[in-house]
């Protein structure tokens, strides 16, 4: 089936530091989404991406969709501490039921 | 604001017990995903639903079932637990057309 491969698998960084992720397919996606998950509870939407090439913001967070289809990064800008998390990246491809998730990358962030 | 209402939370099984993880949305959403959370493993699809009555397997569909008769419920049931079913599980929905899913708070279950 479908893989994605995230990295990196985690990061240590100072605040205020800007973050780089970024997630690769064997598989064309139509879809790239970026989710954050908060010790406890359930991802939540951050981004998403619909064409190839796109780039798109939302406050710190800046994200794009590959021009292959098959990758898509994530970049976080001026760390925060509350910034510190579970970053998922998802695509969906033709099956429009089924996302398949990356296996995040855990973000620690040192005030 | 429900959302999507995972329960129990926590549950511990024996080896051999079954049990049925419930999951509910109240946003009229057509689908419904099962995933299960392993360390350092992201989250793998078991089961999803296009809608009420059409279900079909995910990556790691083996020893669990789902059901969809009503659009807001979506169960997944563990018919004989094992071990190496401890995770946390996690139910998603959402709109066809709209590709964000709303998750559950999860469901942490140890098998022992």
């Excluded at chain 2, 099962?34 to 360390?39: G, I, K, L, T």
Aim: charged content about 15%.
């Amino acid at each position: 089936g479908q893989q994605l491969n995230q990295s990196p698998q985690s990061m240590f960084i100072q605040e205020g530091e800007d973050v780089s992720m970024n997630c690769t397919s064997s598989s064309i996606f139509n879809t790239w989404l970026w989710y954050k998950q908060d010790p406890g509870e359930g991802p939540v939407l951050l981004i998403a991406l619909y064409k190839a090439g796109e780039l798109t913001s939302n406050g710190r967070l800046t994200a794009q969709f590959g021009i292959t289809r098959k990758d898509s990064f994530l970049n976080i800008s001026a760390s925060i501490p509350s910034d510190v998390g579970i970053y998922f990246c998802a695509g969906q491809g033709t099956n429009a039921g089924k996302s398949t998730f990356g296996d995040g990358t855990t973000l620690t962030v040192k005030p | 604001n429900a959302g999507v209402t995972q329960t129990p939370k926590f549950q511990v099984l024996k080896t051999g017990q079954s049990m049925t993880l419930q999951c509910a949305q109240d946003m009229n959403h057509e689908y419904m995903s099962w995933y299960r959370q392993d360390p350092g493993m992201g989250l793998r699809l078991i089961h999803y639903s296009v809608g009420a009555g059409i279900t079909d397997q995910g990556e790691v569909p083996n020893g669990y079932n789902v059901s969809r008769s009503t659009t807001e419920d979506f169960p997944l049931r563990l018919l004989s637990a094992a071990p190496s079913q401890t995770s946390v599980y996690f139910c998603a929905s959402r709109s066809p057309g709209y590709t964000e899913a709303f998750f559950g708070q999860g469901t942490r279950l140890t098998v022992v």
